[in-house]
């Protein structure tokens, strides 16, 4: 996108920004160097978060500088129907409040690292877990190519075509890449601090730049009324449809993200897991909502873009904003090195626990189950290096076939919810059926997406969640025995068993 | 192990209020294909549903506080 602030004061933006975090990064390992003895060192910061760093981690991993230019963008073309960003963010913590109480207590209790060290935990079933690393590996290598391409956009954008923006991103990688390699799960945390700390401050600047300059929400209302009368309206038929989809399929998949689930392990005590999440229940109404009012906002200005123009909503005002003064031409810049700031953010702990995964559950589990932590985080690190690698090629020369095989994430991942979340709780779960449903739910997804088909409306992701808990309710019932000792508890001791555990 | 141990799922209550909140928090129940009244340049319908949000939001905030208590041990000493 072309920015009126771009160039040297972007590339400054960009130095500091990545300065910074190299530099807290850093510091942060000077101050834990045993943090490559284990993998919980590594991985969960040795289980030392406390409520202000694990906010910001969770803040910073789950809103990414896509959510800022994404969300803007949909909010000015489908107007207030995308209210819906707002209670989704809330949807994923409520979806916390079903497993993260007790999947926090077993993790300090058996020492589970990844997500998939749970499932195998529960289950001690190999096809389980493999299947579980491989889908979770896959979406969380597309989240990742996401935000590479997104970091490459950004600077494009914010340095105005001055540096080539495959330097910019690989100036990114390489830092990102240096503290996440140094200091694991503490540096990317503290650096998430920053990071969430540049996108707030950048987003309020915008909002006020753009109310200050263009008007308030009746203005804006006006001028919906005039051009667009249609987004002011309730959703109805599939908008209604597509509603309740996007709070119950995003709610539940932006939840076992395997990297927002490593984030409960690393909480340094119930209390500090209890505030940050309370914290974070309240946050979408400061950033989805924020950035709802500005998408909103943005019709006073620009009342009438296309589909594609509309995409640029973000970069447009904020450039006609800082065309009005210095103040406002500094706190561009801020917003746009925020962004970036926040994409890379996601993108480490994505890197992090992609890394966690091959280390613990693959290579650790499989291929050679006597090495030291030590050699397993290093073999986790370089197979993340290769991955990004990978990554960035398939980012600067899309394949001209296939390329939706890099688009599926959510649909994918969601598919690994119910083993995680019902095989919590389901004394009598059936790890094979659980396994033919979780093939079945990815498949089943996939196929839908590639062919696009949304039968009655309902997403693809939802769809092969649908045949999942049959396959694995149905089987669990038919084939799974809850075992003896818990039928013994729950016969003996019915009442005490209620307000323990 | 305590007696007072609570865990949020245990307690069916919490769910049924969710659902209420969640049944709320979808836009079925306004009037389609009708002019939108606007409080401020802002339709009624959003700002209802906005409401609905606040209070999902302050029932999470309630049930992490009360509901939720199950650690059975002093947590770790750990750095920071």
Do not use: C
Not at chain 1, 57 to 66: E, L, P, W
Not at chain 1, 222 to 240: A, C, Q
Not at chain 1, 458 to 477: D, K, R, T
């Amino acid at each position: 996108m072309e920015l009126a602030f771009s160039g040297t004061s972007g590339i400054l933006i960009m130095l500091f920004y990545g300065v910074l975090m190299l530099l807290i990064g850093v510091g942060t390992y000077m101050r834990n160097k045993k943090v490559h003895s284990s993998l919980e060192e590594y991985y969960l910061g040795g289980r030392g978060l406390g409520t202000l760093v694990l906010f910001f981690t969770f803040f910073a991993t789950q809103y990414s500088g896509n959510t800022v230019i994404g969300y803007s963008a949909e909010a000015y073309r489908v107007g207030y129907a995308n209210l819906v960003t707002i209670p989704f963010f809330i949807m994923i913590i409520l979806v916390y409040l079903v497993f993260a109480p007790r999947m926090y207590r077993l993790s300090k209790k058996h020492d589970i690292v990844t997500p998939v060290d749970f499932l195998e935990l529960k289950f001690k079933s190999k096809a389980v877990s493999i299947l579980a690393a491989i889908l979770m590996l896959y979406a969380l290598g597309n989240f990742l190519l996401e935000q590479l391409i997104a970091i490459g956009q950004g600077v494009a954008g914010l340095t105005g075509g001055t540096v080539p923006y495959q330097a910019g991103v690989i100036f990114f990688i390489v830092i990102m890449i240096i503290y996440g390699w140094l200091g694991g799960m503490r540096s990317v945390a503290y650096t998430d601090t920053m990071q969430g700390v540049a996108l707030l401050v950048g987003v309020f600047m915008l909002l006020i730049g753009t109310i200050v300059y263009f008007g308030g929400l009746p203005a804006a209302g006006d001028y919906i009324r005039t051009y667009s009368p249609e987004n002011l309206g309730v959703p109805e038929g599939g908008g209604l449809v597509r509603w309740t989809n996007f709070l119950i399929l995003v709610g539940i998949g932006a939840a076992v993200y395997p990297n927002a689930i490593q984030r409960i392990f690393s909480a340094k005590n119930e209390r500090a897991l209890k505030r940050s999440l309370t914290q974070m229940a309240w946050m979408p109404f400061l950033t989805a909502g924020v950035v709802f009012v500005i998408g909103i906002l943005a019709y006073t200005a620009f009342p009438d873009l296309t589909v594609e123009e509309s995409e640029q909503i973000v970069g447009m005002m904020a450039s006609a904003i800082a065309n009005e003064n210095i103040i406002f031409y500094i706190a561009m810049v801020l917003l746009f090195g925020g962004i970036i700031a926040a994409i890379v953010s996601t993108a480490d702990s994505v890197l992090l626990t992609f890394s966690s995964i091959v280390s613990k559950d693959i290579y650790g589990r499989y291929i050679n189950p006597d090495a030291t932590d030590n050699r397993k985080i290093l073999v986790g690190k370089v197979i993340g290096v290769i991955a990004v690698g990978f990554l960035l090629v398939i980012a600067w020369n899309p394949p001209a076939t296939l390329y939706q095989v890099f688009l599926l994430k959510l649909e994918i991942l969601v598919q690994v919810a119910p083993a995680l979340i019902l095989g919590l709780y389901w004394e009598r779960s059936h790890a094979r059926s659980v396994f033919i449903g979780m093939l079945t739910g990815a498949l089943l997804a996939a196929v839908f997406t590639f062919t696009n088909l949304t039968p009655l409306g309902i997403f693809s992701g939802v769809w092969g969640l649908i045949a999942n808990l049959i396959i694995y309710v149905a089987g669990s019932l038919v084939f799974g025995k809850a075992p003896v000792r818990q039928e013994a508890d729950m016969l003996e001791g019915k009442k005490a068993t209620q307000p323990v555990r | 192990m305590k007696q007072n141990t609570r865990e949020p799922i245990r307690n069916y209550k919490i769910w049924l209020g969710f659902l209420i909140i969640f049944i709320l928090l979808n836009p079925w129940y306004f009037p389609s294909g009708e002019e939108p009244v606007l409080v401020f340049g802002v339709p009624l319908w959003a700002l209802v549903i906005l409401g609905v949000t606040v209070m999902l939001s302050l029932y999470i905030t309630y049930v992490i506080r009360y509901h939720w208590d199950i650690e059975d041990e002093p947590s770790r000493e750990e750095e920071k």
